[in-house]
C-alpha cells in the first residue's frame, strides 16, 4: 500500500514538474538557511566546553561603583586568586592569567618568527583548563622562570617537528626554555593565548600585590557539591575589605562576581574581554532561520493546496471506489514527505555550495561536516518531521475531506480556502519585509557609525607598533627625527597608544573639599605633538611642554567628559589635583581637551586621563602625504629596522583599522542582508507559482473580459490589484513589530540612528517593487493571450 502511494506520488510531482520545482526549491534554500543556523549557533553554543569539568570553572569578574555608576570588569586584581585558594575551601584550584597581546619576537637560529597572544599565567592554570600536553608535565611547566609552554602549530613553525620538548628560544632577547608542548588550543574559546609564559618572568612588580589595580583574568575551579551562589556572595566584598586597611587607596565599591566558563563567550559583556560574540546573534539567528523555514513551509502549502485542486475528480473517483478519508490522508502525506524528502537532498547540495560564501562574509570556517553529530542529526530529523507535519497537514486533511459528489462536479474552481491562503501570503511577505526593514535599519546604523565625527584626525595615519622592551622611552625625540627626514612624511608622534586602540582603565581620585571624588578614569600616555598631529582640540589650558620632566612626572591633561564626572567646568578644572597610577600619583590639571573617540563608536567617551611619561610609549604615528604611501612605507621599514633591529616591522593605517571595528556589526549586516534576500527569492518564488496558477484557474474569466473589451493594461491591473493588497497589508503587519525590534536592538548604541519615515517608506516600495517584478511576467503572458483559445479553455 505505501510502495503504491509512493509510486503515485512520484508520477503526481512528475506530472506537475514546474510547480513541484518551485516548491521544492523554495523549501531547499529555507531548510539549507536553517542547517547553516544549526551549525552556526551549535557553534557559539560550544565555547569553551572542551574543558573537563566546564561546569565547575569559573573566571572571577569585577564591579566597581564609582561616582554612583558602576563599570564590569572581565580582569581583576593581582592578589585575587592567591587569596580565594588560601581561604576558602570551596576553591580547589585558582590562577591568574596576565594577558599580552602585542606581538612579540622569538629568534631561532638567526631567524625571527613573531607571534600575538603571549599569557603570563600560574601553573596552576593546567589543572583547571583542559590543555592537552603532547610532551612536558603539566604539574610542572611553569613552576620556573623562564619557562614556556607552546603549541604544536608554533612547534612545527619554527623546529619544523611537533617535539620541541627543552629547547632554547630567544624572546625579546630573552632566553627562555620551552617545559611543554600542547595540542593547538581549539578556536571556539574566550581566551585565545599563543604563548604561556611563568607568572615568575614578570618580576615581581609593584602592582603584583595591589588591591586596587585589575590587570589579570582570574579562573577557578569549584569542589563538587559547592552551592556556587552561596559562595559568589561570600567572597562578594573580599578586595573592599582588603583595601580598608590601605587609607591612601580609592574609596570606591569593588565587588566580584562568577562567571561560568563557558557562558563568558556569549554572554558576556565586559571591558577587557578578549574574544566575545554579540549576546543577541544566536537570538536573531534562530529567529531568521524560524522565519525562512516558514516562509517556505507557507509557500508549500498554499501550492500544495492550489496544486491539488486540479486533483479534484482524482479525489472523487477514489473516494467512489473506496478509499477511506485516512487512506487519502496518508497519500497526501507521503507525497509531502517524497517532496521534502527531495528538498532535502538539495538543501545539502546548496548548503555543500554556499558555506564557502558564508564563511567570508562571517568571517567563520564551518564546514557541513559539523552536522555530523548524533545530537544534530535528532535536531534535523525532527525539524524535517516538523516539516513534513505542518507543510502536509493543511493539503492533506482540506483534500481528503471533500465529499464524492463535491469532488466530481469541479471542474478546478477554486475551493474554500480562499482565506487561508491570504493569511499565507501575508505571512510571508510580512515575515520577508521585517527582515528587509531589519537590513535597512542595520546598514544605515554602520553607516553613521563610519561617518560620526571621531574628535580627531584619522586620516593620511600611519602607525608602528614597537613592542615588548625597546629604545623607543629613551630616544624617541631622535627616533622622532629620523621619521621625519622621510620624504612625504608630514609630522611624528608617540604614544603608548594610537585613538582606536583602547586605552587602560584606573581609579582617580580630585583632592577637592572634604569628600574628594572617585572616578574610573582610562588613560593614555602621549609626547607634545600628539594633540596637534591628530588635530584634537585644546579647550582650556595648555598642552605639554617638550621634554619637560616637570610635566612628565607631574602634570597631566583630561577630557570634558572627565571634568564633567567630576563636576568641574573646564576653565576651573585647571591646576587642579587628582591621585591617580599604581603609586597613588598626584597630578596637576594643565589642560583639557575636547572629548574624542579613543575606542570604537560603539561606546561613549568615557573620562580620559592623559600623561607624558616617556617610559609607557609603545606606539610611532607617521602622518604621510597618500600621493607616496608605498615609497614612505618602504622607506619608514628601513628607519624603523635602524632603530629596532630584531623588532617586527608592522603598521597599520589608521582609517583602515578604524573601518575594521566595525567588523561585527558589518558581519551581522552581512548575515541579515543575505537571509533578507534569500527570503525574498523563496517569497518570490512562492508568489510566482501561485500567481501561475490563479491566471490558470482565471484563463476564461480572462478571455471572457477581453472579449468583453478590456484592454491589455487593465488585465495586468487586475492582475497585480489582486496581490499588491496583501503586501500592503503585511507591511502593515509587520513594521511596527519590525520597528520596536530594531529600536531595541540601536539601544546598545551610544550614537545611534533614529528609525526615520525614509526607511519605513524604502520597505514599503521594495516589498511592493518584488511583489509587482514577479507577478508581472505572468500577469502580462495572460493579458496578451488569444481570447478565442481562452473561452475554450477547460
Excluded at 537570538?283 to 524560524?290: D, F, K, P, V, Y
Excluded at 469532488?407 to 480562499?418: E, H, I, R, T
Excluded at 597608544?497 to 577637592?512: D, V
Excluded at 496578451?784 to 479553455?793: C, E, F, M, T
Amino acid at each position: 500500500m505505501m510502495l503504491n502511494y509512493l509510486k503515485v506520488a512520484y508520477r503526481n510531482i512528475k506530472k506537475q514538474l514546474g510547480f513541484s520545482a518551485i516548491n521544492v526549491t523554495g523549501l531547499a534554500i529555507g531548510i539549507a538557511c536553517v542547517l547553516f543556523v544549526i551549525i552556526y549557533v551549535n557553534r557559539l553554543f560550544s565555547y569553551d566546553k572542551y574543558h573537563t569539568d566546564y561546569e565547575s570553572i569559573y573566571r572571577v569578574g569585577l564591579n566597581i561603583t564609582s561616582n554612583n555608576e558602576t563599570t564590569g570588569y572581565a580582569i581583576n586584581v593581582p592578589p585575587l586568586a592567591p587569596t580565594l585558594k588560601s581561604q576558602y575551601t570551596q576553591v580547589e584550584k585558582a590562577a591568574r592569567v596576565f594577558y599580552w597581546n602585542s606581538t612579540r619576537t622569538i629568534k631561532h637560529d638567526d631567524k625571527l618568527f613573531y607571534e600575538e597572544g603571549f599569557a603570563y599565567t600560574d601553573n596552576e592554570l593546567f589543572d583547571i583548563l583542559s590543555y592537552n600536553f603532547t610532551q612536558g608535565d603539566p604539574k610542572t611547566a611553569l613552576v620556573k622562570p623562564l619557562s614556556l609552554v607552546i603549541p604544536k602549530r608554533i612547534s612545527n613553525k619554527i623546529f619544523g617537528t611537533p617535539y620541541s620538548l627543552n629547547k632554547t628560544l630567544n624572546v625579546d632577547g630573552m632566553d627562555y626554555t620551552i617545559t611543554g608542548v600542547i595540542e593547538d588550543i581549539p578556536d571556539n574559546t574566550h581566551l585565545p593565548v599563543g604563548i604561556f609564559v611563568s607568572m615568575d618572568d614578570l618580576n615581581n612588580p609593584p602592582w603584583l600585590n595591589s588591591w586596587d589595580w585589575p590587570g589579570m583574568y582570574t579562573y577557578i575551579k569549584v569542589k563538587d557539591g559547592v552551592d556556587v551562589a552561596e559562595f559568589e556572595n561570600s567572597i562578594k566584598g573580599i578586595i573592599s575589605k582588603s583595601l580598608i586597611i590601605n587609607p591612601s587607596a580609592p574609596k570606591s565599591k569593588y565587588e566580584i562576581f562568577l562567571q561560568l566558563i563557558s557562558d563568558i563567550y556569549l554572554t558576556s559583556d565586559l571591558e577587557y574581554e578578549l574574544s566575545v560574540a554579540n549576546p543577541q546573534l544566536p537570538i536573531m539567528l534562530i529567529t531568521i532561520g524560524i522565519f525562512i523555514l516558514a516562509i517556505a513551509c507557507f509557500n508549500y502549502i498554499n501550492l500544495a493546496t492550489v496544486r491539488m485542486i486540479k486533483r479534484f475528480k482524482e479525489i472523487g473517483i477514489r473516494k467512489i471506489l473506496g478509499a477511506g478519508r485516512f487512506q487519502l490522508f496518508l497519500q497526501f502525506i507521503n507525497e509531502s514527505s517524497l517532496m521534502i524528502f527531495f528538498a532535502s537532498l538539495l538543501a545539502l547540495l546548496i548548503l555543500n555550495f554556499a558555506l564557502p560564501l558564508f564563511n567570508e562574509l562571517a568571517e567563520v570556517d564551518y564546514h557541513i561536516s559539523m552536522l555530523l553529530n548524533w545530537k544534530l542529526i535528532f535536531i534535523i530529523l525532527g525539524l524535517l518531521f516538523a516539516i513534513v507535519i505542518i507543510s502536509g497537514l493543511y493539503p492533506a486533511v482540506t483534500l481528503s475531506s471533500f465529499s464524492p459528489s463535491k469532488a466530481l462536479a469541479s471542474k478546478g474552481m477554486v475551493f474554500k480556502g480562499n482565506h487561508i491562503r491570504r493569511i499565507l501570503v501575508i505571512g510571508q511577505f510580512a515575515m520577508s519585509v521585517g527582515l528587509i526593514f531589519g537590513a535597512l535599519v542595520v546598514t544605515s546604523q554602520i553607516d553613521h557609525l563610519k561617518n560620526q565625527s571621531l574628535g580627531f584626525n584619522k586620516e593620511s595615519k600611519i602607525v608602528l607598533p614597537v613592542n615588548g622592551r625597546s629604545s623607543l622611552p629613551f630616544e624617541f625625540m631622535s627616533i622622532k627625527d629620523d621619521f621625519r627626514k622621510i620624504p612625504g612624511v608630514n609630522n611624528v608622534s608617540v604614544s603608548s597608544m594610537a585613538p582606536g586602540q583602547g586605552a587602560g582603565s584606573l581609579t582617580t581620585k580630585s583632592l577637592e573639599g572634604n569628600n574628594p571624588i572617585e572616578q574610573m578614569m582610562y588613560y593614555n600616555f602621549i609626547d607634545s605633538d600628539f594633540l596637534t598631529f591628530y588635530d584634537i582640540n585644546i579647550v582650556a589650558g595648555r598642552n605639554f611642554y617638550p621634554q619637560s620632566s616637570k610635566d612628565q612626572n607631574e602634570s597631566c591633561i583630561i577630557n570634558k567628559s572627565a571634568t564633567t564626572a567630576f563636576g568641574w567646568t573646564n576653565e576651573n578644572a585647571i591646576g587642579k589635583q587628582i591621585v591617580t597610577g599604581l603609586r597613588n600619583t598626584t597630578k596637576t590639571i594643565v589642560g583639557v581637551v575636547d572629548d574624542f573617540h579613543y575606542r570604537g563608536m560603539q561606546l561613549q567617551v568615557d573620562p580620559l586621563i592623559i600623561e607624558s611619561d616617556p617610559m609607557m610609549f609603545t606606539s610611532i604615528s607617521l602622518s604621510a602625504n597618500t600621493a607616496a604611501l608605498s615609497q614612505i612605507v618602504e622607506q619608514t621599514e628601513t628607519v624603523f629596522n635602524s632603530r629596532f633591529a630584531g623588532k617586527p616591522f608592522d603598521y597599520f593605517f589608521l582609517d583602515e583599522y578604524w573601518n575594521g571595528l566595525y567588523k561585527s556589526e558589518e558581519r551581522t549586516g552581512n548575515i541579515l542582508n543575505i537571509f533578507t534576500l534569500l527570503s525574498i527569492l523563496i517569497a518570490s518564488l512562492g508568489l510566482f507559482g501561485l500567481v501561475s496558477f490563479i491566471a490558470e484557474t482565471k484563463t476564461k474569466e480572462i478571455g471572457v473580459r477581453k472579449a468583453l473589451g478590456c484592454t491589455t493594461l487593465g488585465i495586468i491591473f487586475l492582475m497585480i490589484s489582486r496581490f499588491i493588497k496583501w503586501i500592503v497589508i503585511a507591511n502593515i503587519v509587520a513594521l511596527p513589530l519590525a520597528y520596536y525590534t530594531m529600536n531595541n536592538w540601536l539601544q546598545d548604541f551610544p550614537y545611534r540612528i533614529e528609525i526615520g519615515i525614509s526607511i519605513i517608506l524604502l520597505t514599503v516600495g521594495l516589498s511592493i517593487a518584488m511583489a509587482v517584478l514577479t507577478i508581472l511576467y505572468q500577469s502580462i503572458k495572460s493579458a496578451i493571450a488569444n481570447p478565442v483559445k481562452s473561452l475554450r479553455y477547460e
